[in-house]
């Protein structure tokens, strides 16, 4: 199957640099997904789980297409909100905090999974600070769906 | 007497030795903590250039030019001026440097007229210019060494809102660039308003490669509201640069220092080492002249008396004198 170029950068690091088949993640309209040859496009995203489909396991081997993230069929990168750009068959993809399903601490996330849930059922119509809480919960759901909880 | 001299000394000497043993620990430290700031700035470079690129391709758009943050106001009359130093000192002149640009823009906005507020990040600039009681609008310490993302983000929402509301019309942006292990420079420009040329700098070359056709973008949301959440992000990523550049260039700044105190200490010990030793010299050259001079007045008071075995016990020291 045809790839695209995929960049997935945070400031502190690059968490995939290679080709992919296909890429799927939530944009502030709505869950979205670039295949090989996409139309120029520029998004903002919201937190959401990106799943990375990558080439044949043996291409994705030989060619190192997955720079230091576990190779295989899927990879999940959970990602706090962020940018996409698609230009020339590239997707470039830039988060401001995004973790590895073995970064992710669970335990953490299903507290603050919690705790936002909270916030946000008391906080209705509190306008902002509303948005705030659901950023979070969003966040912390995302993060539970990367590590497969 | 003489003795009192080279025990004085010898403790001189012990005292600096224990002094080079710190400079030297600090200058290795620094040495090995420059390594992880220099990976931490190469960490996000990616992240910075394919922002900047981002904006390149979304300030062509004619809605880029309408956003606040691009205007340029008319008549600056606010400044606010970000600047990051260390949290500690011993790092020679790296903390003084900034200081001293900072002042002097300071001197130049208010000859102008203007009013300038601070932001310092960084415990020694914060110390500083409160003490001078100089108006500063957000500080921030403990994360020179360290900066994080979220400490930028931080910064920036500070500064941002009250930018949008008015209250500044010009906020710039001071800190000292590591260019290599050996040369970091103070560096100043100006955060916002956004001056678009700089937007376009990383992208210029590409998008002439197009063909001067700007790609037709599809946006989701509107390119408005991209921006409007790219423009922080942007800023986010600048400060950041700028905050990791300078625990860089502070770490390089202190191993430098350490490393003049720890040559400067083993030269105070050869020097106090000599001193030491010929006043032992001559604590010893006064000790023998003393015996010398005590014989020598027993053999002629003996002489006088004539008293044998006295006088015979005497001669050698008097022969070897």
Redesign the interface.
């Known amino acids: 199957m045809a790839t695209t170029g995929f960049?997935l950068?945070?400031?502190?690091?690059?968490l995939f640099a290679g080709q992919a088949e296909m890429i799927v993640c939530k944009?502030?309209?709505g869950e979205?997904a670039f295949l090989a040859e996409h139309?120029?496009?520029?998004?903002?995203l919201d937190p959401c789980l990106v799943r990375i489909v990558a080439p044949e396991p043996a291409v994705a081997g030989s060619g190192g297409a997955v720079a230091n993230g576990p190779s295989g069929p899927e990879v999940r990168i959970a990602v706090h909100?962020?940018?996409v750009?698609v230009?020339d068959n590239h997707v470039?993809m830039?988060a401001?905090?995004a973790e590895r399903p073995e970064e992710i601490d669970v335990a953490q996330a299903r507290a603050d999974e919690a705790e936002a849930t909270t916030r946000a059922s008391s906080g209705a119509g509190a306008g902002d600070s509303d948005r705030v809480a659901e950023i979070d919960l969003e966040w912390a759901r995302a993060r539970l769906e990367a590590a497969g909880q | 007497m003489a003795g009192g001299q080279e025990r004085v000394l010898r403790r001189r000497i012990r005292s600096v030795e224990s002094t080079k043993k710190i400079t030297r620990a600090m200058e290795l430290i620094a040495a090995s903590r420059i390594v992880r700031a220099q990976q931490?700035i190469v960490?996000?470079r990616?992240?910075?250039g394919?922002?900047r690129?981002?904006i390149g391709?979304?300030s062509e758009s004619p809605e880029a030019a309408n956003h606040p943050l691009f205007h340029d106001v008319h008549s600056t009359q606010k400044v606010a001026i970000v600047f990051v130093t260390a949290d500690r000192g011993l790092a020679g002149g790296y903390n003084a440097n900034i200081i001293r640009t900072v002042e002097r823009m300071m001197r130049e906005h208010r000859a102008a007229g203007r009013d300038v507020q601070l932001v310092a990040l960084g415990r020694k600039g914060v110390n500083y210019f409160r003490y001078r009681g100089q108006p500063i609008l957000f500080s921030m310490i403990g994360v020179s060494e360290r900066p994080?993302?979220a400490d930028?983000?931080r910064v920036v929402g500070e500064v941002i809102p009250p930018f949008e509301a008015g209250q500044l019309d010009q906020i710039e942006l001071v800190y000292t660039r590591f260019i290599s292990i050996g040369s970091q420079t103070v560096q100043t420009r100006q955060l916002v308003p956004l001056v678009p040329e700089e937007g376009h700098e990383g992208t210029a070359p590409a998008a002439t490669a197009d063909g001067g056709s700007p790609?037709?973008?599809?946006?989701?949301?509107e390119?408005e509201?991209?921006l409007d959440?790219?423009i922080p992000?942007w800023l986010?990523?600048e400060v950041?640069t700028a905050m990791l550049e300078a625990a860089a260039s502070e770490q390089a700044a202190r191993q430098r220092a350490m490393k003049a105190a720890t040559d400067n200490a083993d030269e105070l010990i050869k020097t106090l080492r000599r001193v030491m030793n010929r006043a032992r010299q001559d604590a010893i050259t006064t000790e023998i002249m003393e015996i010398v001079g005590g014989a020598e007045a027993l053999r002629q008071q003996s002489r006088g008396d004539d008293h044998g075995p006295q006088h015979d016990a005497f001669v050698p020291i008097q022969e070897s004198a």
């Open positions: 960049d950068v945070t400031p502190s690091a690059t944009s502030v309209d979205i139309e120029p496009f520029i998004g903002a909100g962020g940018f750009e230009k470039i830039l401001d905090i | 931490a960490a996000a990616p992240y910075v394919k922002l690129e981002v391709h979304l994080t993302y930028a983000r790609t037709a973008y599809e946006f989701e949301p390119p509201e991209i959440r790219l992000s986010e990523a950041l």
